[in-house]
């Protein structure tokens, strides 16, 4: 079924009852050509661009609980392309160009909001920074400008001017910058891919992995065996646990991220605002809840729930910054399992097994890169080769010290 403004109207004339279900519920089938593990916002975008992009379609995504259940149904929903490093920039500059077709491509509102990213900086050194990160973006194509303190003001006039602690020196301003709704991703993914006869099975756990002679065989699930000559591990902070299966241990740690949404308010937010001093951010959801958050709770953790010394931390960062959001009701918080890397920076690669590939890394930045993420592994999956925008994503970087360390804080671990 393909949607459109006149099926709404007809179906609205007509009670409603001609839609169908936006995806099949098949069961699984003994053996597929290839299996994703993991139906969040990348697994389902590896297996919808594996069938568009490669024409394969005998695939199945196996996810442990409902699709989109993770974390691609729990973010603060930001969307941009203003990295510094190459290997990153022109990663994230190739995913913000898909963003900006992704609806048409799914025939499925996502409801891309390009309305702009503001990072505020607030000393001389965080402006030189910040310049040089913009002049990264323009050189990569995409878009940035540089605000002094009144070009900030013109923008975001209800910030606190004022306060002495934190100044706000300008901000560097992304246009194409903003959100999308993170649900509507999963959503519009997984229907475009069974539209493509792509089977998705839901409250299917692998408990295995089956390794024979050096190449992967298939999995071992909750609902029976399913036999595969490739495998993509697409579980985000649950990597470590499914590449355990298969022997083999990840450079990755995971972490805690929590997010804030308050009720609903009149529309105050244009923008998506960072703030360069407490890592807080927020925007204002199209029903006009504040959405927000901070900084991990910098502890290794499989539960999805943080810790209250962070939700002060993050509460405090945001009244330093805009006071008139503290009469505002927080309605709800959870906390997401960030797949931690050394360096910050993801894994798109093949794993020492043969047709066993990992995707994964994503740290607490994965959203934005959802459909490069899902265009470049299924690249991989059905040629072989990295992608030439992620050929730097390789998992053994880590042993040879070739690192994307964005923020310039990762470890060393080649000379450890």
């Known amino acids: 079924m393909r949607y459109s403004g006149l099926k709404v109207i007809s179906e609205g004339l007509f009670g409603n009852r001609g839609w169908k279900p936006a995806w099949r519920d098949p069961a699984p089938k003994p053996a ?5 593990i993991g139906g969040g916002g990348h697994g389902l975008a590896t297996a919808y661009y594996l069938a568009k992009n490669h024409g ?10 409902y699709l989109g259940s993770g974390n691609i149904g729990r973010n603060t929903t930001i969307v941009r392309a203003n990295y510094l490093l190459q290997g990153n920039s022109e990663f994230y500059s190739h995913s913000m160009k898909l963003w900006e077709g992704l609806s048409a491509d799914l025939n499925f509102n996502v409801m891309h909001s390009q309305r702009g990213l503001i990072n505020l900086f607030h000393s001389d050194g965080q402006r030189d920074a910040f310049a040089r990160r913009g002049n990264m973006m323009i050189s990569q194509g995409d878009d940035a400008e540089l605000l002094d303190r009144e070009g900030v003001r013109s923008y975001l006039p209800y910030l606190d001017f004022e306060q002495t602690r934190f100044p706000i020196y300008g901000g560097l301003l992304h246009r194409r ?3 999308a709704r993170h649900d509507a991703v999963a959503w519009g993914y997984a229907r475009a891919a069974d539209r493509r006869g792509v089977d998705l099975i839901q409250n299917c756990e692998v408990t295995g992995i089956d390794i024979a002679g050096g190449r992967v065989t298939g999995v071992q ?4 065996p399913i ?13 470590g646990q499914v590449a355990a299966m298969a022997g083999l241990r990840l450079p990755i740690e995971s972490h805690v991220l929590q997010a804030f949404v308050t009720e609903g308010l009149k529309p105050v937010i244009d923008h998506v605002i960072s703030f360069g001093m407490g890592h807080f951010y927020i925007s204002q959801s199209d029903k006009g809840g504040l959405v927000f958050g901070g900084d991990l709770d910098f502890y290794a953790s499989y ?4 810790n209250l010394p962070m939700v002060e931390h993050v509460m405090e960062a945001g009244m330093t910054l805009m006071p008139m ?7 709800r918080s959870w906390g997401g399992i960030m797949d931690m890397t050394p360096d910050g920076s993801p894994i798109i690669d093949r794993t020492p097994v043969e047709g066993l590939f990992v995707d994964a890394g994503w740290n607490y930045g994965g959203f934005k890169a959802v459909p490069a993420s899902g265009w470049c592994m299924a690249h991989l999956m059905a ?6 925008v992620a050929a730097r994503f390789r998992l053994d970087r880590f042993a040879t010290g070739h690192l994307l360390d964005e923020e310039g804080t990762g470890s060393q671990h080649n000379l450890h």
């Open 32 to 36: 597929y050509d290839a299996i994703i």
């Open 56 to 65: 394969l379609t005998n695939i199945a995504v196996l996810e442990k609980g």
């Open 177 to 179: 910058g903003g959100t």
């Open 221 to 224: 699930t909750t609902r029976g």
């Open 227 to 239: 036999r595969a000559a490739k495998v993509g591990m697409v579980v985000a902070g649950r990597s």
């Open 303 to 306: 539960a999805s729930r943080g």
């Open 325 to 331: 959001i503290g009469r505002a009701k927080v309605l």
């Open 383 to 388: 040629t072989g080769q990295p992608h030439a």
